[in-house]
């Protein structure tokens, strides 16, 4: 089973801001111009620096071709074009003044952009191409797209971030460290293509929080709200949540292959806290919450709880088998052994057993998981007369280890106290077998 971790270093070229400490001038001259007052737009090839100072305006853009360092310490306006723009590769801009502009700053391939001033455009404030390394720990304000960058990038955000539409991208293989503030009217962070994200900061959106996808690696232990979902996870990814997911719609919903490790909080409140379909992992240690707490619609999920899960909705935990299973048949005794019987979704818990099958209406069945050091879950047929409703309702939840198991349950009144055991008919009877302890050690 795979676990999300990473460590991200932290290049020491990073911490070493490039360009001209403040005052200080480039060499001077056409291809190395020291730009002391008001200017129109700049434009230099065959040097190495351009220099704004603190007095000095450019009205325009500064445009460089070659290997240039890109100092400013004053102010580039350009509401029609770019602030900064790169027309070759290898160029490194630092900007500790303000750049207001329709796009701030446009590098090629093994760029780097490090801002530590301010940057507010009508467009996107960083758009990097290759290889780029972009560092912002001051204030960006974009009206459609933060950061922008393509492959390989590193991008590190430890200031403040606000953007129409996405916070952070980064399409194929990015590192991304976000230890600031982000606040997007789409989507916080989107990576894609084996993309990491280290984020330890807030991110706020009116879409997902985090959207990842293709091999992802992350591990948040940040505060994510957002108007539809926290995180979407996709396609062979891993996340570890040590922080709070809070969103309207689902707190964290993923698609094909993926594990999850919650160790924090992941709240909905309107939907699903977590939802997941095909072949998905979630080990819960933390906190789950939603009108469902956690849903797996489709296809040979697995469920290992040891934390509390609460379905303000009468759902603490559904499974539903996938839609291409054969009828419902009894599992075999032996099933107990196994993790997943072949015509539903079984969980393995810790803390919690946790089984719901909504497939079958009222063939009896057997089965459960097991988990080293803990006992064989066991469950006995329901009665014929279960109706499908009833039974697509069934959820448990109870708190192992135990020695054995016994075929007895709490009362319904104490049944209905327990926010994370719901179950659809009024008495306890039907598809489960509990065990003794009582519910409020299972909480």
């Known amino acids: 089973m795979r676990v999300a971790s990473a460590l991200f270093l932290v290049p020491l070229t990073w911490l070493l801001a490039p360009g001209p400490a403040a005052g200080q001038a480039c060499s001077g001259g056409p291809s190395d111009p020291n730009i002391t007052g008001a200017s129109g737009s700049v434009t230099v090839s065959g040097g190495s620096c351009v220099y704004v100072s603190?007095?000095?305006?450019?009205?325009?853009?500064?445009r460089s071709a070659g290997t240039y360092t890109v100092t400013n310490d004053g102010s580039i306006s350009n509401a029609s074009n770019y602030g900064v723009l790169d027309t070759t590769h290898d160029t490194t801009v630092?900007?500790?003044?303000?750049?207001?502009?329709?796009?701030?700053?446009?590098?090629?391939?093994?760029?780097?952009?490090?801002?530590?001033?301010?940057?507010?455009?009508?467009?996107?404030?960083?758009?990097a191409r290759n290889d780029a390394t972009i560092w912002n720990s001051g204030v960006i304000n974009a009206a459609r797209h933060g950061i922008l960058a393509n492959q390989d990038a590193a991008v590190t955000n430890t200031g403040s971030l606000s953007a129409g539409f996405h916070g952070i991208r980064v399409l194929d293989r990015g590192v991304v460290n976000s230890r600031g503030s982000i606040n997007a009217g789409r989507y916080g962070i989107y990576l894609r293509n084996q993309g990491q994200l280290t984020s330890s900061g807030s991110i706020s959106s009116g879409w997902d929080g985090i959207r990842a996808r293709d091999g992802a690696t992350l591990w948040n232990t940040a505060r994510v709200t957002s108007g539809r979902r926290g995180i979407y996870l996709r396609d062979d990814g891993t996340?570890?949540?040590e922080g709070t997911i809070r969103s309207t719609w689902r707190g964290l919903e993923m698609r094909d292959d993926n594990v999850v490790v919650n160790r924090g909080d992941v709240v909905s409140s309107t939907q699903q806290g977590i939802y997941g379909r095909w072949r998905n992992t979630v080990i819960n240690r933390g906190g789950v919450?939603?009108?469902?707490?956690?849903?797996?619609?489709?296809g040979h999920n697995t469920l290992i709880n040891s934390g509390r899960i609460v379905g303000t909705g009468g759902t603490a935990i559904r499974f539903t088998a996938a839609p291409t299973t054969s009828p419902c048949r009894p599992a075999p005794r032996s099933a107990a052994t196994s993790a997943v019987a072949s015509t539903r979704t079984t969980s393995s818990c810790r803390g919690a057993v946790a089984m719901a099958e909504t497939s079958c209406s009222s063939s009896p069945w057997s089965g459960g998981a097991t988990e080293p050091g803990h006992s064989a879950v066991r469950r006995r047929s329901p009665a014929r007369s279960s109706?499908?409703?009833a039974f697509s309702r069934w959820t448990e939840a109870w708190?192992?280890?135990?020695?054995?198991?016994?075929?007895a349950a709490p009362s319904p009144a104490a049944a209905r106290s327990f926010r994370t055991w719901t179950c659809a008919e009024p008495s306890p009877r039907g598809p489960w077998a509990g065990s003794a302890l009582s519910p409020s050690r299972a909480t």
Do not use: K
Request: hydrophobic share 30%; aromatic share 4%.
């Open 289 to 298: 919450r939603g009108t469902i707490g956690i849903d797996f619609s489709r």
């Open 94 to 127: 630092l900007n500790r003044g303000t750049i207001t502009t329709r796009f701030g700053v446009d590098v090629r391939n093994r760029s780097s952009v490090t801002n530590s001033g301010s940057i507010t455009t009508t467009r996107h404030a960083i758009r």
């Open 239 to 241: 996340l570890t949540n």
């Open 399 to 407: 708190a192992p280890p135990l020695s054995r198991w016994a075929r």
């Open 387 to 389: 109706s499908r409703a």
């Open 54 to 62: 603190p007095t000095g305006a450019v009205s325009g853009r500064v």
